[in-house]
């Protein structure tokens, strides 16, 4: 079994930064990549950002410039820096990760448990 723990969510003034951090464990053989989606009341999950295992990035646009991904391969870890955050950042935050586990063949996605973010005005 592979899983996926998040933590660094909470409350947070407009403006301010939260930094996320979704640690996979379990038979790994390999991640191919790792990311975070979003859900918010009443809207369905979007991509925030994903990030592969070569570093190649991919960003919701409305957090370009603001969000950034990276990832420790040593310790399958993805990070989340969000930085500038606003009210509309407010979310249910979900880690993902597509992982090649040891004795199956092909790759899987998994997902954390979500981590609440909480931006107010």
């Known amino acids: 079994q592979v899983q996926l723990v998040e933590s660094g969510g909470g409350l947070v003034q407009a403006g301010g930064s939260l930094r996320l951090s979704c640690a996979a464990s379990g038979i790994i053989f390999s991640i191919n990549s790792m990311g975070w989606y979003r859900q918010a009341p009443g809207k369905q999950r979007d991509l925030v950002a994903t990030i592969t295992s070569s570093g190649s990035t991919k960003y919701k646009d409305s957090v370009q410039g603001r969000f950034t991904i990276s990832r420790d391969n040593a310790k399958n870890t993805v990070f989340l820096q969000m930085s500038s955050l606003k009210p509309e950042d407010t979310a249910v935050y979900y880690c993902?990760?597509?992982?090649?586990?040891?004795?199956?063949?092909?790759?899987?996605?998994?997902w954390g448990q979500g981590t609440q973010v909480t931006v107010s005005s």
């Open positions: 993902n990760a597509v992982i090649v586990t040891r004795g199956r063949s092909g790759s899987f996605e998994y």
